[in-house]
């Protein structure tokens, strides 16, 4: 007698993974929760467990769950030039939060690192100040545990996350993270555009008040993520290239537009975090390669890993990721000729068919996938634009707004173009580069996001 399929799914235990979609309460979670047709008490009762941490309620019943804050996307250093090398010595990091919380976690990372990174010590706690200042909070101070323990040891070519420390964060909050470096320790991983100043500071100076800088540098030296737990109900990921990451804007002012965006978030009372993995000069399709014996050398290792080859880092690994807004491809097109090699052309289907992935990866992923259009960037000052070039940016930007495969479209392009000329960075939006937007042009950014999206 043939057997019923619904019956055999609902005879069927759920794998591992299967029961981790139903704890994360996910619409992928919901689709297994009715492939398997209900699952039966014991896995049911697996499944509550799994749950009890990912999503406690607070005080007056809403679900509480871990979100990212503020996150920076890792690169290695420049294959050329003397390394950073950090001993018996802090660094205090200040980090822009979008989203708020009650508890929060710590995210370090080794990744581009060859041996085990040892950390002495890491603290956190509320900025005091705004612009440059790195003093905290003294009474906000807390110390930051792996595994119950005060130090840490990251592992070559992996992250490290930290135990929940209870702190009370603000949304639009800072905060400052200090680490300790107690031996001979050559930086391999940061995030080489940070726009905040990060301070340097001899000793184990991780829970002073103040510090006395001896180096100030506008990087974050291994150091990844922030997630929060409290009532935020996801993460906005926004995934690009130095656009995004916030190239030109005004340093220690929080200009970015995801930013900005995140301030619009919260003025509308939508709980969501944002997450800046823009990294500059990074492109969809390529890695860094710079000519050989080139200035580029020096410097182009810190456009990081392809989109496509960072993805799952990035975006997948975002907790609360529910939303991603892509801006890549303007240095896809400029690249090859001036800091990449001419062979690495692309032709505007080779970035419709990446984009085409991000997509299909997202949505596997359940995540809701919008697509920005590139912004105009005639008589550019660093050699992008060409007729071949704008061609390309154009069909490109035609397949975004019209194709319907994005979720939703941020038409960048049209909002940032100048006032007779489309293809030229309007004067007053423009950093001067005739690339990269200034300030103004970040408000301008942000406020053409669709708020309607997250509600």
């Not at 309460?25 to 929760?33: D, L, P, Q, V």
């Not at 470096?181 to 008040?209: E, K, S, W």
Request: charged share 20%; hydrophobic share 40%; net charge neutral.
């Amino acid at each position: 007698m043939p057997t019923d399929p619904s019956t055999a799914a609902s005879r069927r235990r759920p794998t591992r993974r299967e029961l981790l979609a139903l704890a994360a309460g996910t619409a992928a979670g919901a689709a297994t929760g009715a492939a398997l047709g209900g699952a039966g008490p014991a896995d049911a009762a697996v499944a509550r467990a799994a749950s009890s941490d990912a999503a406690p309620t607070s005080a007056d019943g809403r679900v509480t769950t871990w979100v990212t804050t503020w996150a920076a996307a890792p690169t290695t250093v420049a294959r050329r030039g003397a390394p950073l090398v950090l001993e018996r010595q802090t660094v205090r990091h200040v980090v822009h939060c979008s989203v708020g919380g009650d508890e929060l976690r710590v995210r370090l990372t080794n990744e581009f690192g060859d041996t085990p990174l040892r950390i002495g010590g890491v603290r956190v706690a509320l900025r005091d100040g705004t612009g440059a200042s790195s003093a905290i909070v003294a009474a906000t101070d807390r110390r930051v545990t792996f595994g119950g323990r005060p130090n840490a040891t990251v592992p070559a070519g992996a992250p490290l996350v930290s135990d929940p420390v209870r702190l009370r964060l603000p949304a639009g909050g800072d905060l400052a993270i200090s680490i300790y470096f107690p031996d001979r320790t050559p930086v391999t991983t940061h995030a080489a555009y940070a726009y905040q100043d990060n301070v340097i500071a001899n000793g184990d100076v991780t829970g002073a008040r103040t510090v006395t800088p001896v180096e100030t540098r506008q990087e974050d030296l291994f150091l990844s993520g922030v997630a929060v737990r409290g009532r935020g109900t996801g993460a906005i990921v926004a995934l690009g290239d130095s656009i995004t990451n916030g190239a030109n804007t005004v340093a220690n002012l929080d200009h970015r537009w995801p930013d900005l965006l995140a301030a619009r978030l919260r003025q509308a009372h939508l709980d969501l975090g944002v997450a800046n993995l823009g990294v500059s000069g990074n492109r969809l399709l390529h890695d860094p390669n710079p000519p050989a014996g080139s200035d580029a050398e020096t410097f182009a290792d810190n456009f990081g890993v392809s989109g496509l080859r960072r993805f799952d880092r990035d975006v997948l690994a975002q907790p609360g990721r529910r939303f991603l807004i892509v801006l890549l491809g303007v240095n896809d097109l400029g690249h090859p000729g001036t800091v990449a090699p001419p062979s690495e052309v692309v032709g505007a289907d080779d970035l419709i068919a990446g984009h085409r992935q991000l997509i299909a990866r997202a949505h596997e992923a359940g995540v809701r996938a919008f697509g920005g259009t590139v912004l105009p960037f005639k008589d550019d000052t660093l050699g992008f634009c060409t007729p071949v070039n704008e061609a390309k940016r154009q069909q490109l930007n035609h397949w975004i707004r019209t194709s319907g495969e994005y979720d939703g479209v941020v038409d960048f392009d049209r909002v940032m173009g100048a006032p007779g000329d489309p293809t030229r960075l309007n004067p007053a939006l423009d950093s001067g580069d005739h690339l990269h937007p200034n300030d103004d042009g970040m408000a301008v950014m942000a406020a053409a996001v669709p708020l309607r999206w997250f509600r």
